[in-house]
């Protein structure tokens, strides 16, 4: 609107200038008001460009700082539990350390219903998040159903090519998924129940059938015990509802139980060590959340760390620094033994020194 104005002043002011020089046959007067004009015309339009050339600097600044860019993240955690909860926390408090209050979360929680974390993933990719977060294997699984273009970052997934039905698994998806893996050493945790329980002779493998990476666990749990000269049996349950049934059984029949990394057994911990503790059966867990509500002893990793790490990967991937498709999954740095202080003074189990209690 300034423009027009100043456009239409420079015409009139053009137009007076004609008519004295008119009346006045070209006088001295004239011409130096027509330099005037010219010189005002020449220094407006100076002026102009000055401050375009601000607002182009400016927005390259702004450009630069990337202080325009706002990301939506889509958080499906498949159920409430503390290995879960810790992986979520660390993710969000990496990315915000590194994107601050330009990420945003819709994080939402599928109370360990695989069907939920498919509606969840769906709505995401309605709403046109620009990353996804899939807390444990059902949701990547979910996931991978729901999109091929959205970046997908799984945590809490203990081996991807089993989760993903990826055959000749070499360490990276490719696609648009990618993340980081909970898979502790499994012959390790085995030495572990053979250094606290050398004189046992049967071991109970608990684990629910509906989770893939479970099995995969028990597995190769019960390939280094029988190695190690134990007897293993197989004791699965299908979901909570049978759970209580299925541990009493186990209880019964083993001298000593493990439970893998399963989400349904940690989110259920509480049921097996009213069953377990009683029966005087001590558990060897798969990560400190199970290992705190049930178990004696644990070789683990850090939750929180690995959602940080995961969180450092989504930065990297929504400021456009990494591809997700060339990025390998990514494994937790460390392991350490820890154990249930009170369950084990509870059944008179005496640790090595080595061993670090969990905190209560």
């Known amino acids: 609107m300034r423009k027009s104005a100043k456009v239409l002043s420079m015409a009139l002011a053009a137009s007076m200038v004609l008519s004295l020089a008119a009346c006045s046959g070209g006088s001295d007067g004239a011409a130096s008001t027509e330099a005037g004009t010219t010189a005002e015309a020449k220094s407006d339009a100076a002026a102009e460009g000055t401050e375009a050339e601000k607002d182009s600097e400016s927005a390259d600044n702004k450009d630069a700082a990337g202080t325009g860019e706002t990301y939506t993240v889509g958080i499906c955690q498949l159920v409430q539990h503390d290995a879960l909860d810790?992986?979520?926390?660390?993710?969000?408090?990496?990315?915000?350390?590194?994107?601050?209050?330009?990420?945003?979360?819709?994080?939402?929680?599928?109370?360990?219903?695989?069907?939920?974390?498919?509606?969840?993933?769906?709505?995401?990719?309605?709403?046109?998040?620009?990353?996804?977060?899939?807390?444990?294997?059902?949701?990547?699984?979910?996931?991978?159903?729901?999109?091929?273009?959205?970046?997908?970052?799984?945590?809490?997934?203990?081996?991807?090519?089993?989760?993903?039905?990826?055959?000749?698994?070499?360490?990276?998806?490719?696609?648009?998924?990618?993340?980081?893996?909970?898979?502790?050493?499994?012959?390790?945790?085995?030495?572990?129940?053979?250094?606290?329980?050398?004189?046992?002779?049967?071991?109970?493998?608990?684990?629910?059938?509906?989770?893939?990476?479970?099995?995969?666990?028990?597995?190769?749990?019960?390939?280094?015990?029988?190695?190690?000269?134990?007897?293993?049996?197989?004791?699965?349950?299908?979901?909570?509802?049978?759970?209580?049934?299925?541990?009493?059984?186990?209880?019964?029949?083993?001298?000593?139980?493990?439970?893998?990394?399963?989400?349904?057994?940690?989110?259920?911990?509480?049921?097996?060590?009213?069953?377990?503790?009683?029966?005087?059966?001590?558990?060897?867990?798969?990560?400190?959340?199970?290992?705190?509500?049930?178990?004696?002893?644990?070789?683990s990793i850090s939750y929180y760390d690995l959602g940080v790490g995961t969180g450092k990967m989504a930065a990297k991937i929504l400021t456009g620094e990494s591809d997700i498709s060339q990025m390998p999954i990514e494994y937790a740095p460390q392991f350490t033994k820890k154990y249930n202080k009170p369950l084990c003074e509870a059944l008179g189990i005496t640790v090595p020194e080595d061993y670090v209690a969990i905190e209560e």
């Not at 993933?121 to 159903?145: C, E, H, R, W, Y």
């Not at 059984?249 to 989400?263: H, I, Q, R």
């Open 86 to 299: 810790a992986a979520t926390q660390g993710f969000k408090d990496a990315l915000k350390e590194a994107l601050g209050d330009s990420v945003q979360f819709d994080e939402q929680n599928a109370q360990g219903d695989s069907n939920t974390c498919s509606t969840i993933i769906n709505s995401f990719v309605s709403s046109g998040v620009d990353l996804i977060l899939a807390n444990a294997t059902p949701a990547l699984q979910a996931a991978q159903a729901g999109t091929n273009e959205i970046p997908v970052l799984g945590t809490s997934v203990t081996e991807y090519g089993v989760a993903l039905g990826i055959d000749g698994f070499t360490g990276t998806v490719g696609g648009n998924i990618s993340g980081t893996s909970d898979l502790a050493p499994l012959d390790e945790q085995a030495a572990m129940l053979h250094e606290l329980f050398p004189e046992a002779k049967k071991v109970g493998l608990l684990y629910c059938s509906a989770e893939a990476n479970s099995q995969y666990q028990v597995d190769t749990v019960k390939a280094a015990l029988e190695e190690l000269g134990y007897t293993c049996e197989y004791y699965a349950f299908s979901d909570s509802n049978d759970l209580s049934t299925i541990v009493t059984k186990a209880a019964a029949e083993s001298d000593v139980m493990y439970v893998p990394t399963d989400n349904t057994a940690a989110a259920n911990a509480e049921i097996v060590n009213n069953i377990c503790q009683p029966a005087g059966v001590p558990v060897i867990a798969g990560e400190e959340g199970i290992c705190r509500g049930c178990g004696v002893a644990t070789l």
